[in-house]
């Protein structure tokens, strides 16, 4: 099987419709991370399907738990080799992602592959998310980079605009993480995900300012 056939595949498991071009630049991306790989460690998993499984199936997985509307801004906080940020932005090129990493070779990487890709919806923002304070708050603010989601919620809540969500992508359910958040946050929506390809636990934890 190729990446490419996996991913429609995948994709097609997920009931999900993407825009014409968005395959051959998931696929792309797969060759590009392949390439700055052999120079920086980007991502431990190197394999082109399991990149296609582990990477861009799991990051596609969430698109249809999100309610976000054309024109939002999107932010993928700590957003390493793009993930799930790049495969957003392509999946959904009315929103407008912003791509953050502290990584000076990360930042890099981000800003070469929305050249290389041509995501015209995406930008990088480098530097501290505690440290970041942009013009606009975002409507969403999503991660998989936190290891706890109190820790997400601390260092990202400020970013979020009113009504907005925090999104955090997990493995296993968080149980024990949610009895720790940060006052006047709640993560009442805790979705049980189904990766293509992906033999893992996966929930996306959704967190709002409470009223």
Same mark, same amino acid.
């Given at each position: 099987m190729t990446p490419r056939s996996a991913l429609e595949r995948g994709v097609a498991e997920l009931a999900l419709t993407l825009p014409a071009g968005a395959a051959e630049k998931l696929v792309a991306y797969v060759g590009l991370l392949a390439k700055w790989?052999?120079?920086?460690?980007?991502?431990?998993?190197?394999?082109?399907?399991?990149?296609?499984?582990?990477?861009?199936?799991?990051?596609?997985?969430?698109?249809?738990?999100? /309610? @976000?509307?054309? &024109?939002?801004?999107? *932010?993928?906080?700590?957003?390493?080799?793009?993930?799930?940020? !790049?495969?957003? =932005?392509?999946?959904?090129?009315?929103?407008?992602?912003?791509?953050?990493?502290?990584?000076?070779?990360?930042?890099?990487?981000?800003?070469?592959?929305?050249?290389?890709?041509?995501?015209?919806?995406? /930008? @990088?923002?480098? &530097?501290?998310?505690? *440290?970041?304070?942009?013009?606009?708050?975002?409507?969403?603010? !999503?991660?998989? =980079?936190?290891a706890e989601v109190a820790e997400f919620v601390a260092a990202c809540g400020h970013l979020v605009a009113k009504g907005g969500l925090l999104a955090a992508m997990k493995g296993a359910h968080p149980k024990a993480e949610l009895e720790h958040l940060p006052q006047g946050w709640h993560c009442e929506r805790v979705i049980a995900l189904r990766v293509p390809r992906l033999d893992a636990e996966r929930h996306l934890v959704l967190c709002a300012r409470g009223a």
């Open positions: 790989n052999r120079i920086y460690n980007l991502t431990a998993i190197r394999e082109p399907l399991e990149v296609v499984s582990h990477h861009l199936l799991d990051s596609l997985a969430v698109v249809p738990h999100l /309610d @976000v509307t054309d &024109g939002s801004r999107v *932010a993928d906080a700590g957003s390493g080799a793009g993930l799930p940020g !790049i495969p957003l =932005a392509l999946a959904r090129p009315g929103w407008r992602v912003t791509l953050n990493d502290a990584n000076e070779k990360k930042v890099a990487f981000l800003r070469q592959a929305i050249i290389e890709l041509e995501i015209r919806n995406a /930008d @990088v923002h480098a &530097g501290r998310l505690q *440290a970041w304070r942009p013009a606009q708050q975002f409507a969403l603010v !999503i991660s998989r =980079a936190f």
